[in-house]
């Protein structure tokens, strides 16, 4: 789409979910939601927002996260760094009301060969998910890459079974040549976003939530809203009724 490549405002192409009301959005399926992220606090920032809007619409979110975030405390082991961040995803999961799931990669040595494939199309197939979120695959840090990787394969594993959509973190910084084909209102949501970011203590998210706020802030000024998160959605299986949003 021309116009949303170019950022000017189409309001055709934002997600309608929860621009119908609840009683609209009981009547529709119930969506099995998977959030792939490579580091805890990845899923939260990319889109946590949308995250707590799908839950409050009352889908089921899983966070899988492929690491535990072992390598993200400097001087410390991995051991120790997996276990405190460990304990801060769930934290930030709970806000969100996600559920905690690890694909048990290493933080800095994920690998996409044959076999950690097809395992993590197993763990993927074994949430039987409707919609997946993960990583733009144009991203400066090779766990983002390898996460998108995975779930890639797996979507051409299950058979396109269910939509696929990326996320941006930290654009221009991390995430490269991103244009979104999606816009989520967070306006309503947006703090919950930001206390699950500020569940990973350890990560100082002073040094990265304002970027994202920035971010959230930038992308609504783009369809009119206050807030909002931005997507590629690469395609759209859900027979048209069930669809929580508008392509
Ligand atoms: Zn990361």
């Known amino acids: ?135 733009w695959p144009l991203d400066t840090h090779r766990d983002h890459r390898n996460a998108a990787q995975l779930v890639y394969e797996a979507w051409e594993a299950m058979n396109e079974s269910f939509t696929l959509v990326y996320y941006e973190v930290m654009t221009g910084v991390q995430t490269h040549h991103f244009e979104p084909n999606c816009f989520v209102d967070i306006s309503a949501t947006w703090e919950k976003k930001r206390s699950s970011i500020y569940a990973h203590e350890c990560q100082n998210p002073d040094r990265f939530y304002p970027y994202h706020e920035r971010m959230e802030k930038e992308r609504g000024s783009t369809v009119r809203m206050d807030r909002a998160e931005a997507f590629v959605i690469v395609r759209e299986r859900l027979p048209k009724p069930l669809i929580p949003f508008q392509l």
Not at 59 to 69: A, D, K, M, P, S
Request: with cysteine.
């Open 1 to 135: 789409m021309s116009a949303l490549n170019t950022f000017a405002p189409d309001l055709s192409n934002v997600l309608t979910l929860g621009l119908h009301g609840r009683a609209e959005s009981a009547a529709l399926k119930s969506l099995n939601v998977v959030c792939v992220g490579a580091h805890p606090d990845d899923p939260e920032s990319g889109c946590g927002g949308t995250l707590a809007k799908l839950i409050s619409d009352g889908h089921r979110v899983t966070i899988l996260y492929l690491t535990r975030g072992e390598a993200g405390m400097k001087g410390q082991d991995r051991a120790s760094t997996g276990a405190i961040r460990t304990k801060e995803a769930v934290h930030a999961c709970q806000i969100l009301g996600a559920q905690t799931v690890f694909a048990e990669q290493m933080d800095g040595e994920t690998t996409t060969d044959a076999e950690k494939s097809r395992a993590f199309t197993d763990l993927l197939s074994s949430l039987a998910p409707d919609l997946v979120f993960v990583h």
